[in-house]
């Protein structure tokens, strides 16, 4: 996550830029296997099960990309102090920002880290605001691994930013 800030405002952007690129890596590679009948010469001659073979590995490449790349949001949550206003925009890599949340500052009530494990038990962090009424936003649209200090830090700016105490939510 990147964090911007000025004296009146502070803009946190979380675009899983690395993430949609390896996607589209994926789709270009299986566009590219799966357009292969239509130019490879010796197409024709290869064994049922090679042709075969080589269109499944085109079709998992294909899916596989747009899967890793569909599933990653992009989240800019831009809070402003001196229009005591907040937003922030959600959006996937081929769709334009497809919600928008407002607020006011004064609703932010707590920064909350929370702490997950990945498939082998290592620690991910995910950063939520708390706003009045329950109603909580995700700063971060995935949740990153280590580092929990460089989290804590990213917490802790938004937290003095919003001027809120360290307490965290239960």
Do not use: C, K
């Amino acid at each position: 996550m990147r964090i911007i800030e000025t004296d009146s405002r502070l803009v946190l952007r979380d675009v899983p830029a690395v993430f949609w690129l390896f996607g589209l890596v994926f789709v270009a590679s299986g566009s590219f296997v799966l357009a292969s009948p239509l130019w490879a010469s010796e197409w024709r001659e290869l064994r049922l099960w090679v042709r075969l073979a080589i269109l499944t590995i085109g079709v998992a490449h294909l899916a596989g990309g747009l899967y890793v790349a569909g599933q990653m949001h992009a989240t800019v949550t831009d809070l402003d102090r001196a229009t005591n206003r907040g937003s922030q925009r959600v959006r996937r890599l081929w769709s334009r920002w497809r919600r928008r949340t407002e607020f006011a500052l004064g609703d932010a009530r707590a920064v909350e880290i929370v702490q997950s494990r990945d498939s082998d038990g290592d620690p991910m962090y995910q950063l939520r605001l708390w706003l009045a009424g329950s109603e909580s936003l995700w700063l971060q649209a995935q949740a990153v691994h280590g580092g929990e200090a460089r989290v804590r830090e990213q917490a802790e700016r938004v937290r003095h930013f919003l001027r809120l105490s360290d307490v965290q939510p239960d």
